[in-house]
């Protein structure tokens, strides 16, 4: 048996959940156009490969392969650099998100996550709200007033909806106390104990987080920095090529992480019901050892989380192709007079609840 | 004003309910209603693979007619390129020789005869104009897509039909009365 430190094997993790969450992400733009088409009764793209399945390898060849076109006046350094940054930003986040508990093989031990930081939710927050830069540089360096607004509206929308998601987090972690994603995953299990999802504890705090994740995403309802019908393309108008493909690859990578965020707050993460029992029946009464007992547990539960993200982003496309765009200031009223209150009136809820033992 | 329906609706304009006010309850309708359409028959049919049944009337691919001895009807008049509001129809005529009494009906025939499938309307015009009975447009055949302009246009080789009569069209008039209602049963019989 190999061996390597603990910082070898974080690397292997890190590289395959890099991977995962671009595969992700490719196969989104998939299940995109097969999802819109089949709540259009259509079938969607069924011609490349079997059911269309090598549709997003030939849609990365046409993005590689367009013609790479620099608007006049416009600042190149900054125009190359937006995309990069959106989807650098889109992917650093992934990487405190823990997909599943500890792996151990002969005296290799380590958890299925990028980093283990006590301050998980604080980097996804810090990063994700970095990905603003990425709309807005873009939008300025295009040099059109279109790319502009879009960038503009992405910006203010983007700051108004991160306040109210922020207040609906603290409700989270006022029941947690702690802001690392794997300690706020492992309080939502207990033995003999699985309904203690933060769902169950917090489900006015979810829908607030809901909807302002659709709203940092940039998704229907709230996708007014790119609309067509008013922005022509919004801030990525003069966008062609990868360039382009890496502003709407971000997106998906985008979403991917925020679906893995809320299957983390709100629903477990990589628990599932009756974990425990199961690992104990399996060591007690099949003779497993205790730690592939676990081992089959973790890789359970990682495929518990995937299927909980994948639901999440099915539920995005299914909005999204539902849901008609909200105009400017019903955006604004949204975000400002009702979540914004409504989140707070869930911290105190909350705190009220924990004052009093409901809740702990 | 009398209506001219009982269907108009009033409209109401009375402040909006909590229900309404909260948009959730509208939301879930919404997505209700895609789920269903998730599952429903997909409407799109696959094109190469599936083709949809035509009307027995369709006006589909030219078919130039051969007569009960396989010999050439049309005689190359010119009155399907006359009447053909599209211009789609070019001919040249020319004259019988001896010895090719098997091959063409009359003394006069086309030498060449072309139809360009990308100004054709399919109108049918030509084949209510043609005095000899020759040009048809078949109803289970259409131009097949193609990637060069050139080949739309449809010379006698691809537009006479064959000499075997069991391998000709079924549209035309050198059907016997049997053939022809045996024809209309099998028309009809095809799902509408």
Redesign the interface.
């Given at each position: 048996m190999i061996e390597l430190p603990t910082l070898g094997w974080q690397s292997i993790v890190i590289f395959v959940v890099f991977a995962v969450s671009l595969l992700i992400a490719t196969y989104c733009t998939y299940a995109e156009r097969v999802?819109a088409a089949?709540?259009?009764?259509?079938?969607g793209p069924?011609r490349a490969g079997p059911y269309g399945l090598a549709q997003p390898l030939a849609d990365a060849v046409k993005m590689f392969t367009k013609e790479e076109f620099f608007p006049g006046g416009a600042n190149k350094a900054l125009f190359v650099f937006g995309p990069c940054l959106a989807m650098i930003t889109a992917l650093m986040s992934s990487a405190v998100i823990p997909f599943g508990n500890n792996i151990s093989f002969g005296n290799n031990a380590f958890f299925l996550q990028g980093i283990e930081v006590n301050i998980g939710m604080l980097w996804v927050f810090g990063v994700v709200s970095l990905g603003v830069y990425g709309v807005m540089i873009g939008g300025w360096a295009s040099n059109n007033k279109f790319s502009l607004l879009g960038a503009i509206r992405a910006a203010s929308q983007n700051i108004s909806y991160e306040l109210a998601m922020g207040l609906s987090l603290i409700a989270v972690l006022m029941i947690s106390g702690t802001l690392s994603l794997r300690e706020i995953t492992l309080q939502q299990s207990a033995p003999g104990e699985w309904a203690m999802w933060n769902i169950v504890r917090q489900p006015l705090g979810f829908?607030i987080f809901l909807v302002c994740a659709f709203a940092e995403t940039n998704r229907t309802p709230f996708d007014l920095p790119e609309c067509e019908t008013e922005l022509v393309g919004g801030y990525h108008t003069e966008y062609s090529s990868m360039k382009l493909g890496l502003y709407l690859f971000s997106e998906y990578v985008n979403i991917f992480v925020v679906s893995a965020v809320m299957s983390v707050l709100y629903f477990g993460g990589f628990n599932f019901p009756f974990q425990y029992e199961l690992r104990d029946w399996l060591a007690s009464s099949q003779g497993w050892e205790l730690a592939s007992a676990q081992n089959l547990i973790t890789a359970l539960g990682t495929l518990g989380l995937f299927a909980k993200i994948f639901a999440f982003i099915f539920f995005f496309m299914?909005?999204r192709?539902?849901?008609p765009r909200f105009r400017y200031d019903q955006l604004m009223r949204l975000g400002w007079t009702i979540l914004i209150p409504l989140a707070v009136i869930n911290i105190l809820i909350t705190g009220g609840l924990i004052t009093f033992g409901v809740i702990k | 004003m009398q209506p001219l329906t009982n269907r108009a609706k009033k409209l109401e304009k009375k402040p909006m309910t909590l229900a309404e006010r909260a948009y959730l309850p509208a939301i879930f309708q919404g997505l209700s209603i895609t789920m269903r359409h998730f599952f429903m028959k997909k409407a799109t049919v696959r094109y190469p693979e599936e083709v949809r049944p035509f009307s027995p009337i369709f006006r589909g691919l030219h078919v130039l007619k051969r007569d009960e001895q396989g010999r050439e009807r049309c005689t190359a008049c010119g009155l399907c390129a006359v009447a053909c509001p599209a211009e789609a129809i070019t001919m040249v005529a020319g004259e019988r020789k001896k010895g090719e009494e098997g091959l063409y009906r009359e003394e006069k025939y086309a030498i060449s005869y072309e139809v360009n499938m990308l100004r054709c309307i399919f109108c049918g015009l030509c084949e209510e104009a043609c005095p000899k009975a020759a040009v048809y447009l078949q109803a289970d055949k259409m131009a097949p897509p193609r990637f060069e302009r050139d080949e739309f246009i449809y010379g006698k080789d691809r537009l006479v039909e064959p000499v075997d009569p069991a391998k000709r069209s079924e549209r035309g008039i050198q059907l016997t009365p049997e053939q022809a209602e045996a024809l209309r049963n099998k028309m009809a019989q095809q799902p509408a």
């Open positions: 999802i089949f709540l259009q009764d259509r079938v069924d829908i299914w909005i192709w539902t849901l | -």
